[in-house]
């Protein structure tokens, strides 16, 4: 019987100390904190390209369509635009007074 507290209480040491291991490696400084948030950073931000790489990609793809493709986003792009509407002057010149 005293066998068994002797090795509980060795195992309850053994618990406590690990955990306190455990605490301490988990303890960062400021610095700490913002060199992994930095390299984390640097890492997300090669996946993406650059504003110059998608300009120059942008452009490369526009000089591989063909007549009839850039026919065609060039009407793409006439749809989008908001048409002026001319219903505000009624069909009635604006300059048009008699004298």
């Not at 291991?21 to 988990?26: I, K, L, T």
């Not at 993406?48 to 009839?68: C, G, H, I, M, V």
């Not at 065609?72 to 989008?80: C, K, N």
């Amino acid at each position: 019987m005293a066998d068994t507290n002797t090795n509980t209480q060795q195992g309850q040491e053994n618990v406590s100390t690990e955990g306190a291991v455990e605490q301490q490696a988990a303890t960062f400084t400021q610095a700490d904190v913002d060199n992994i948030v930095n390299k984390r950073l640097e890492r997300e931000r090669k996946k993406y390209p650059s504003a110059d790489e998608l300009t120059a990609f942008r452009a490369w793809k526009q000089s591989q369509q063909t007549e009839n493709e850039k026919m065609d986003a060039l009407q793409r792009e006439r749809l989008r635009l908001p048409r002026l509407s001319l219903s505000s002057t009624s069909g009635r010149s604006i300059c048009s007074r008699r004298a």
